[in-house]
C-alpha cells in the first residue's frame, strides 16, 4: 500500500511568512495527525482530526497555526505568520481507526527553516 | 500527566554487539508503550508495542523490549547490532483516557553502529 504522502519535503521562508504543509494519508485511514518535530526532541501532537472533525487540538497555538481536513482525507497545515521558533519537521501520520490496535504509519515529513 | 524519559541521548555500540536503549515511564494507570525508529530523512517507523499482555514484546529486525512494572522501564535490547540499525529510536507512552491517549515521545536516542 502506499504510504502518508507529504509535500513539500524542504521549505525555507523568512520570519512573518505565511506557508502550508500538504498530508495525504493512507487510503482508508480516517484519523490524521499532525506532529512537530523541534531538532533533537521527540515529535509533539499538534492535532488529530478522526475523518474531518477535530479530535484533540490543545497544542496547536491557534493564534498562528491553522488546519483543515475538508473532505475527511487530505489535509492541510498552515502557519501565519512563521516565528524563528517554528523551524521544525512537521509530521503528518494517519491510522486505520483511534485505539492501540491501531497503529500509526508516518510520512517523511517536511523540514521548515524559517530565518 | 504522562511523560518518558529516554536515559541516554546517544549510544555507541560495535557491529555484532548487544544493543540497549534505556527508557523510563511515568503514569498513573497502566500504559502502553512504543518503541518507533526513525532513520535519516524518513518517517517513523513502528518496532514494538506492549499495551498489556506479555511483558517480554518482541518487535520487527531483531528487537525486544520488556515491561517491568516495578522499574518503570521499557528498555530496547537487540542481541546483535547491525550496521542498519544506526537511527534514532523514540520510547512512546499511551495513557488510558483523555488526553492521556495522545502519545507521549521520549526524546530521542541515536544509535551509531560502528564497523
Known amino acids: 500500500e502506499a504510504g502518508v504522502a507529504q509535500s513539500p519535503r524542504y521549505k525555507i521562508i523568512e520570519k512573518r511568512q505565511s506557508v502550508a504543509f500538504w498530508c495525504n494519508p493512507i487510503s482508508g485511514h480516517a484519523t490524521l495527525y499532525w506532529y512537530q518535530q523541534i531538532l533533537g526532541q521527540g515529535p509533539k501532537l499538534l492535532i488529530q482530526?478522526?475523518?474531518?472533525?477535530?479530535?484533540?487540538d490543545s497544542q496547536l497555538p491557534k493564534d498562528r497555526f491553522s488546519a483543515e481536513r475538508l473532505k475527511g482525507v487530505d489535509s492541510t497545515l498552515k502557519i501565519q505568520p512563521a516565528k524563528l521558533e517554528d523551524s521544525a519537521v512537521y509530521l503528518c501520520?494517519?491510522?486505520?481507526?483511534?485505539?492501540?490496535?491501531?497503529?500509526?504509519?508516518f510520512g517523511n515529513g517536511t523540514r521548515l527553516t524559517v530565518t | 500527566a504522562q511523560s518518558v524519559t529516554q536515559l541516554d541521548s546517544h549510544v555507541s555500540v560495535s557491529e555484532g554487539t548487544p544493543v540497549l536503549l534505556r527508557c523510563n515511564y511515568s503514569s498513573s494507570y497502566s500504559p502502553s508503550l512504543f518503541w518507533y525508529v526513525q532513520h535519516p530523512n524518513k518517517g517513523l517507523q513502528l518496532l514494538l508495542k506492549y499495551t498489556s499482555a506479555a511483558t517480554l514484546v518482541k518487535g520487527i529486525n531483531g528487537f525486544e523490549a520488556e515491561f517491568k512494572k516495578s522499574e518503570t522501564s521499557f528498555h530496547l535490547t537487540k542481541p546483535s547490532a547491525h550496521m542498519s540499525d544506526a537511527a534514532e529510536y523514540f520510547c512512546?507512552?499511551?495513557?488510558?483516557?483523555?488526553?492521556?491517549?495522545?502519545?507521549?515521545f521520549g526524546s530521542g536516542t541515536q544509535l551509531t553502529v560502528l564497523p
Open positions: 512512546v507512552v499511551r495513557g488510558l483516557s483523555g488526553s492521556a491517549r495522545q502519545l507521549t
Open positions: 482530526f478522526q475523518n474531518n472533525g477535530v479530535v484533540d
Open positions: 501520520a494517519s491510522s486505520l481507526v483511534r485505539g492501540d490496535n491501531s497503529p500509526l504509519h
